[in-house]
């Protein structure tokens, strides 16, 4: 591999792992969340394999970039719109994603998750939550392609980048879970912020186009104010 004797080839590398891990942390979420349904000796061997079938699907969807391409040819015309075939699948992960978050916090707020979480618990299975966490997988997977080629036009570098995201992710997924799962205020918040990305998938399918570095910023401003809400809670109990 010469090119990765290069420097800007490196700095290229850690750019795009950087922003991949970045645009990686909707699907963490999604994730823990639908591992969070399955028993507790299931949840860590489903994330893992979400995450490790995260990796195998944008490796292979960067493998056949020149086919990605073609995705985005019209298909048909609404009112002068033209609609692509990643335009639907946006749509059609968005409104998924939509109607899983929303549905997550009506049981949430009418205090009726534990016996859902009963009845789910003997219908989920592992298969079942991969299933999910496969058909979101695919929808994040444009982001993450879209800014690999974007910003490289070397096929390795784009793989090694996907690699090492998943890698990180894939480390400290189980952490992650592990926090949002026990704190029911930030699992809430978490469930916010996925409606935030279900909408701006739908409005990306329809071609209006919103930064996402606004939802990102909205999140991390919302973690940290939940943080201050958690230490001045800590501190009236103590």
Known sequence: MEIFLQPEIWISLLTLTFLEIV???????????????LPQAEQGRARNIGLILAIVIRIFLLMGISYIVHLTNPLFTIFDLDISV???ILIAGGVFLLTKSTTEIHHKVNGDEAELGV???KKMTVKAAILQIIILDMVFSFDSILTAVGLSDHLPVMIAAVVLSLGVMLAFASK???FINE??????LALSFLIMIGTLLILDGFHVHVPKGYIYFSLVFS???????????KKRLG
């Open 183 to 188: 704190q029911p205020t930030v699992q809430m």
């Open 23 to 37: 645009l990686g942390i909707d699907n963490i979420i999604f994730i823990s969340i639908v591992a969070d349904k």
């Open 176 to 178: 992650i879970a592990k």
């Open 86 to 88: 990643r335009d639907l």
């Open 223 to 233: 973690l940290m104010v939940e943080f201050l809400n958690q230490r001045m809670r």
């Open 119 to 121: 009845k789910e618990g």
